[in-house]
């Protein structure tokens, strides 16, 4: 699937539909060719724009009252930025398939990447006079006792479901099958343990991530890693603005020794937490130094892997995941990809059986079953128990969808709610009946929807790009406006960190809210804050932060140590996080902006803090 921006090597996509693969990094100068100057202009005319002209009439505000109303700003945003509203595509299929989103009056700013749920995948079609509804899971997974090595040498065994999910994400992704191979995992941390397992850091020591945050996954591969022998290494980034610290990054994959197997370099796109975004060529030079590339996308948006440095550079591992769906609690699964040509490396790694290895299988419910069915709560338990047995005696690899289809039974297993796909398949004459009745089956063939990944291939990477570029900068640029009354020098309410108003940059922004006396809210309390007023928000920690000389005074004001943390090393900075989707509206942004603007109140937080834990958590009016 090539990009919509492809062209030749030499250049990058100007056009501003994608990321310019080639920013930041001093030491790429000479490698890449110098940005046409019309390209350069118009991304210092973008952060002119946005930063001048999106509140013509008050450049900040100091009373939330004062702010000007939703209608007044989207007008003003669609005059600064008119490519927003030429393209309603994206707010139609947010009001036909994600019209929950406005119904619930509930903005979701806790969730970066490629899972997202339809409201329309809950709705069975009415062929009769039934009534009858989908209740989720659509699927489970279950896990499987296999070795990863085995897995990538002999192959394995998939269902039909399997491979139709597989193909579609690969798809998706812009994944060659001829290049690649897919690995399905419980999560994103099992993804990630399972490569640092397999890995041989016996023979090629190092592991270096590169990220400007604390990653619970990231943190399950150190550990495993250490334990088998992986000298660990981290980048740094340059406060304030958080960019990479090239030099030292340069001179980690570089190294002292000539030995070419260096180890695994794990590198983001960009940073979920600040939105930063880093150059590709980054891969390259891991590669030209003798490591291995592990490519985390798990905070690439939609469509952001048809970008054209991804064609150009393409790392030996992938991990991504589909998870977090609109307003419940994380469920999906996680997708290891191992480049074909690199599969041998793994090998050399002796291993009992993985742990977080899933096979995806239909599932069913109780309420699906229809009247008649002869098998029981008890004939359940049993028939689990026995493939549980099987699944302990097998000595060779074998789908669980076919084992549960033979017995008629469903293995019990971990249950995910609201995913993405719809799959319903089953042997039983019945049961096949009650499913074709509503819709799911038809003459016996089973159907896939994975209206989330169509519904951002109808979009595409340009309205994709273009969309969160504009509500992005808009947001930090509306935080950045608000101001304390009465302050000698306009204290401001709200500072960023990492990258502010900028064309190349993520759709997530880290900030913290300060009160009048510059003392930091707790980053916590505002979350907490924020769900009552229908926000969801996420808080991050910032770490590896490298402080210059000009900012040393700032180090012991600006850091501090992760509760319970007793490692100099994990001191950062805890943030407030929020990420936009690619169905996040005009109307969502304004409101986190509002809803921040409260705090201009010097007694806003005190009047919160009471409310909130007066009764039990529960909000009451004043």
């Known amino acids: 699937m090539p990009s919509p921006c492809a062209r030749e090597s030499s250049g990058a996509c100007c056009n501003g539909c994608c990321p310019n693969p080639f920013v930041e990094h001093p030491e790429f100068h000479s490698l890449s060719p110098k940005s046409p100057t019309t390209a350069a202009s118009a991304r210092k005319e973008f952060k002119v724009t946005t930063t001048c002209s999106l509140f013509p009439t008050n450049d900040h505000f100091t009373n ?66 039934s009534s009858l509804q989908l209740e989720p899971p659509f699927f489970d997974i279950c896990y499987k006792s296999v070795n990863l090595n085995s897995r990538m040498q002999f192959g394995g065994k998939e269902s039909e479901l399997e491979c139709k999910v597989r193909k579609r994400i690969m798809a998706f992704m812009n994944i060659s099958e001829e290049d690649y191979t897919m690995v399905f995992t419980a999560n994103q941390s099992s993804a990630f343990k399972l490569l640092a397992e397999s890995y041989p850091f016996y023979s090629n020591k190092n592991l270096l991530t590169v990220y400007d945050y604390e990653n619970e996954a ?16 981290n980048t740094e980034f340059s406060w304030p603005n958080l960019k990479i610290h090239s030099e ?17 370099f794990v590198f983001p796109l960009q940073s979920r937490v600040s939105g930063a975004r880093y150059s590709y060529l980054w891969m390259s ?10 490519l985390d996308a798990s905070a690439l948006g939609p469509k952001d892997m048809d970008t054209l440095g991804l064609s150009l550079f393409k790392p030996d591992f992938l991990i991504c995941s589909f998870y977090k769906i609109f307003g419940e609690n994380p469920s999906g699964f996680g997708c290891l990809f191992i480049k074909i040509s690199r599969a041998s490396v793994l090998q050399s790694s002796t291993g009992a059986a993985n742990v977080g290895i899933v096979s995806l299988v239909p599932a069913m419910r109780l309420s699906q079953v229809p009247e008649g069915s002869t098998f029981t709560d008890a004939e359940t338990e049993q028939g689990s128990k026995l493939e549980l047995q099987k699944d302990n005696m097998a000595t060779s690899e074998e789908s669980e969808l076919h084992k549960a289809e033979r017995t008629n039974v469903r293995v019990k297993h971990k249950e995910l709610s609201f995913s993405e796909i719809v799959e319903l398949e089953t042997t039983n004459e019945s049961t096949q009946s009650f499913i074709r009745e509503i819709g799911m089956i038809d003459d016996g063939k089973t159907k896939l929807e994975c209206k989330g990944l169509d519904d951002a291939d109808s979009l595409g990477l340009i309205l994709i790009s273009h969309r969160a570029r504009y509500l992005i900068n808009w947001l930090v640029n509306a935080l950045m406006s608000l101001r304390h009354p009465y302050s000698e020098h306009g204290l401001p309410l709200v500072r960023i960190y990492g990258p502010k108003v900028m064309f190349d940059r993520g759709p997530a922004v880290a900030f913290n809210i300060f009160d009048w006396n510059g003392e930091k809210v707790d980053p916590a309390l505002v979350q907490k804050l924020a769900d009552r007023y229908n926000i969801s928000l996420s808080n991050g920690f910032l770490v590896n932060i490298w402080f210059s000389d000009k900012y040393e005074e700032e180090r012991e004001r600006v850091l501090e140590r992760r509760s319970g943390e007793g490692d100099r090393n994990a001191r950062g900075v805890s943030v407030v996080t929020a990420a936009l989707g690619f169905l996040t509206n005009f109307e969502d942004t304004y409101r986190l902006w509002a809803f921040v603007s409260r705090f201009l109140d010097a007694d806003f937080v005190e009047k919160e803090r009471w409310r909130y834990l007066a009764l039990n958590q529960k909000t009451i009016e004043i």
């Open 218 to 233: 990231v943190e399950t591969m150190v550990e495993s890693s250490k334990k088998r022998g992986a000298r660990v290494k």
């Open 64 to 129: 939330h009252e004062s702010l000007p109303s939703l209608h007044e700003s989207y007008s003003n945003f669609t005059k600064v930025f008119p490519q927003y509203s030429q393209n309603d595509e994206a707010d139609r299929v947010r009001s036909e398939h994600y019209f929950h989103l406005s119904l619930s009056n509930h903005v979701c700013f806790d969730y970066i990447g490629h899972g997202l749920f339809s409201y329309t995948q809950l709705q069975a079609p009415s062929s009769s006079s």
């Open 285 to 294: 030079s891991a590669q030209d130094n003798g490591w291995h590339v592990l």
């Open 248 to 264: 030292k990054l340069m001179k980690k994959l570089v190294g002292k020794s000539k030995n070419r197997k260096k180890g695994l």
